[in-house]
């Protein structure tokens, strides 16, 4: 099947035609629309959903960023996890998402194979335990990151820890007289039964 050719549309439309034009059935109009430079500032965040990449390729993008700071904050949750389900979401887009307040938006940012040291450390810290679990599952966490995780005060974030293979002897010893059973478990089926010398 051949690539979906972008609907040509032209440069001279006005925001109020586009507005109509991103309610089409036509998908590569609605593509089309994502993607020009006239489109509103809020048709451009509804349409994010399901043109994500348009819409970050949008020329437009960055003097609304600049004259907005703010405005990818107040968009649809639903754009912003389709922004942030592709790999290639830029730094700046996810840094400007630590600061959102939404739960759902926090999880899929932990969740990003791109995020910097910087970022880590700070959703290490969130006080939704959900996000420091995911944090604990990354690959590439910080050893001492990973090591104030397994001390952390939930039993979800700990489990998260406990089901690493790369576990050192410090932190297996650590999680093997965890107060959860079910981290106990979780890190003897992990890593094998051991013996305490």
Do not use: K
């Amino acid at each position: 099947m051949p690539p979906e050719q972008p609907h040509p549309l032209d440069a001279r439309l006005p925001a109020a035609e586009l507005a109509n034009l991103s309610l089409s059935r036509d998908i590569a109009v609605r593509r089309a629309v994502a993607a020009h430079p006239n489109t509103s500032p809020d048709i451009l965040g509804t349409l994010a959903g399901d043109f994500p990449a348009e819409v970050l390729g949008n020329l437009a993008l960055p003097l609304l960023r600049l004259a907005q700071p703010g405005l990818l904050l107040r968009w649809p949750v639903p754009a912003l996890l389709a922004l942030l389900r592709l790999q290639d979401a830029p730094l700046w887009l996810l840094n400007l998402m630590q600061r959102h307040p939404g739960i759902e938006v926090q999880v899929a940012l932990a969740s990003h194979t791109r995020l910097g040291t910087d970022t880590v450390e700070a959703l290490s810290r969130h006080p939704a335990w959900l996000i420091r679990a995911r944090i604990a599952a990354r690959p590439e966490v910080p050893r001492h990151v990973l090591q104030r995780l397994a001390g952390d005060p939930d039993d979800s974030v700990r489990l998260a820890v406990a089901c690493r293979a790369d576990l050192n002897a410090g932190e297996r010893a650590a999680l093997r007289h965890d107060p959860s059973r079910y981290v106990q478990q979780t890190l003897r089926h992990v890593t094998g039964p051991t013996v305490d010398t």
